[in-house]
Nanobody, 127 residues
Framework: QVQLVESGGGLVQAGDSLKLSCAAS????????MAWFRHPLGKNREFVAA????????YYGQFAEGRFTISQGDGNSAVFLQMNNLKPEDTAVYYC????????????????????WGQGTQVTVSS
């Protein structure tokens, strides 16, 4: 049974940085894609960023472009999200997601395209 565990969330001030981590168990699991989504209170879950394990190609949601960086580690069984210049509107529960199979249309950005999900980690940005 594959499990994803996020860590690194917390309360920060606007302009601060935060790095989220997500580790897979078992750590020998190899994913085709890993991603981050977020779920602001009262809104739908939205795509943040994703990375393809084979080539390291990345894709970002518009709000994340230039401020957030996604990366992988531990033999592609871990994924990180470096978030800089955080804003109050970045406040949300952040979820790690992963997919073991290839995706015909490039990096998947839809919630339904991912098979495994973490429990989420809260990020709160105060103004």
């Amino acid at each position: 049974q594959v499990q994803l565990v996020e860590s690194g969330g917390g309360l920060v001030q606007a302009g601060d940085s935060l790095k989220l981590s997500c580790a897979a168990s078992p750590h020998t699991t190899r994913f085709a894609y890993m991603a981050w989504f977020r779920h602001p209170l009262g809104k739908n879950r939205e795509f943040v960023a994703a990375i393809g394990s084979n080539y390291g190609n990345t894709y970002y949601g518009q709000f994340a472009e230039g401020r957030f960086t996604i990366s992988q580690g531990d033999g592609n069984s871990a994924v990180f999200l470096q978030m800089n210049n955080l804003k109050p509107e970045d406040t949300a529960v952040y979820y790690c997601a992963a997919r073991t199979t290839d995706h015909e249309y490039g990096i998947p950005v839809a919630v339904v395209s991912y098979d495994y999900w973490g429990q989420g980690t809260q990020v709160t940005v105060s103004s």
